[in-house]
């Protein structure tokens, strides 16, 4: 039992901060009140003083891909507690949560049903093994990115159905790795999730704005899906896949939303992408549409900047899943910047890491020494996106309330999967019965750390996370010891 003491309580579900304590029993919030006696039940109960600081529900990650102890134990310093692979997903899930039970995890753990290794076993006859590094090679191959056949689509379609069935949570969709294909097979997808209540995770197709021969432009593909067959889909990552067209793909995502669908999208606050080099869109004649070059692109694994075309035809031939970074937006410039922040302002817009793994020299993507052994390279949102939103949003230009950060980082993401999810109703808010996943930030230091350069600082600010009840960090101080992490999974109707 635990008594955090007079904090700046925040329920985004009901939308209040007030000054109070609350009270955990197990992995259960029991009690939100001012002054609540440590008597009865509470007897005994171990007391933290908050005063000052801000408690609130732990950070709802939709879109992670660090499956490891290293990078959720960024994420930990970040402020989540929950950690999902729902836009690439793995395949088979039921290797996924096996894997990660075995293995220990700090913070939750789910995954979404693979469309990209579902597709790779129909087109490819690859026996997928719930390993993303394998799915990133597979991305460059054309024989993947192409339509399926009829016979293909059916054995994928029944791959993710059977996924779906054993927990997976709704089905991830790497549209943009494979942005010739036939759209009917996107809509086949979306009538899946409809038919069986669950929900779809998209990195869309190219839009018409980069690439006017595009078969459709992929974010209207979501809307029109949407629209169509009623499924809920989410748009991931609006910022990187739309880039300087961000106020077009909003409009058409309110003008859905107002019409009724069930669309709903995420950002990350950061002028730069971080991928697969082999894939479609990192294709030497496709930087030009978005007006990059060789130079936009760094390897994560060595820090080579690219620097000629011959170069970068070469590394996508030879290491084809290897990871990179890309900067499509300049952080520095005011424009560019603002449309980073719009992104984020938007009406119901999710705050979502895309998280990679940590990669050393040596090709190890975990470890669990902590500090983490210097050297480690990623993508600096992995350990700093939900500490830089909340610096930029609610302490630097106040567009956002506490309660308004939390609705965006924990309340919005959580409602996104609670449909088809039961672990996740009683996460994402704070109140009595909701599970004692709690973050209590210092408003005063909350600041992301990790650069491009540094990309594994983490984050400061978080003084404490409890996750299912337990400190996970503590007075800023990560727990080695604490493994209390639990799978997440669909429950079918
Ligand atoms: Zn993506």
Not at 376 to 400: N, Y
Request: contains cysteine; hydrophobic residues 45%.
């Amino acid at each position: 039992m635990l008594i955090l003491r007079g904090g700046r309580v925040v329920d985004p579900r009901t939308g209040t901060e007030r000054v109070a304590d609350v009270a955990v029993d197990g992995g259960t919030v029991v009690a939100v009140a001012p002054a609540i006696a440590a008597e009865g039940a509470l007897a005994g109960a171990a007391e933290v003083d908050v005063t000052g600081l801000v408690v609130g529900p732990g950070f709802v990650d939709l879109h992670s891909h660090v499956h490891s102890i290293a990078g959720q134990r960024l994420q930990a310093l970040d402020g989540v507690t929950a950690t999902l692979d729902l836009e690439a997903g793995l395949m088979p899930v039921e290797k996924a949560y096996a894997r990660a039970a075995a293995d220990g995890r700090l913070l939750h753990y789910g995954f979404s049903a693979s469309w990209g290794d579902a597709r790779a076993a129909a087109h490819l006859g690859l026996t997928p093994d719930a390993d993303l590094n394998a799915s990133l090679r597979m991305l460059g191959d054309p024989a993947w990115q192409r339509t399926s056949t009829p016979n293909e689509r059916r054995h994928w379609l029944r791959l993710l159905e059977s996924e779906l069935e054993a927990g997976a949570l709704g089905v991830g969709v790497l549209m943009g790795y494979a942005p010739r294909s036939d759209p009917e097979e996107f809509l086949d997808v979306a009538r899946l999730a409809a038919a069986t209540g669950t929900a779809t995770f998209t990195h869309v197709r190219e839009i018409v704005e980069a690439d006017p021969t595009t078969p459709i432009d992929g974010s209207f593909e979501i809307t029109r899906a949407a629209a169509e067959t009623g499924a809920s889909m989410h748009h991931c990552h609006v910022n990187s896949t739309s880039r300087r067209h961000i106020d077009r793909v909003l409009g058409q995502l309110e003008a859905a939303r107002a019409g009724g669908s069930r669309v709903t999208v995420e950002a990350y606050p950061y002028g730069a992408g971080s991928t697969a080099i082999g894939a479609f869109f990192l294709a030497p004649e496709r930087l030009g549409a978005w007006g990059l070059t060789p130079a936009s692109i760094s390897m994560v694994g060595t820090g080579e900047r690219i620097a000629s075309i011959e170069r970068l035809a070469e590394l996508r031939a030879t290491d084809p899943g290897a990871v990179c970074v890309v900067r499509f937006l300049d952080e520095e410039d005011p424009e560019d910047a603002a449309m980073l922040q719009r992104a984020l302002a938007f009406p119901d817009s999710i705050v979502a890491s895309d998280a990679m793994h940590v990669e050393w020299k040596d090709g190890s993507t975990d470890s669990r020494e902590w500090p983490l052994p210097s050297g480690g390279q990623t993508h600096p949102r992995t350990a700093g996106t939900f500490a830089r939103s909340l610096r930029r949003m609610v302490v630097e230009t106040g567009t956002w309330t506490w309660a308004e950060a939390f609705r965006r980082c924990s309340y919005l993401p959580a409602q996104v999967v609670a449909g088809f999810a039961p672990a996740v109703r009683t996460k994402g808010w704070l109140g009595i019965g909701a599970d004692a996943d709690l973050v209590v930030i210092d408003p005063a230091t909350i600041s992301d750390r990790a650069t491009y350069v540094d990309p594994t600082r983490p984050s400061v600010g978080v003084r404490h996370l409890l996750v299912d009840g337990q400190f996970v960090v503590r007075d800023g101080e990560l727990d080695v010891e604490a493994f209390p992490g639990r799978a997440i999974r669909a429950a079918l109707g």
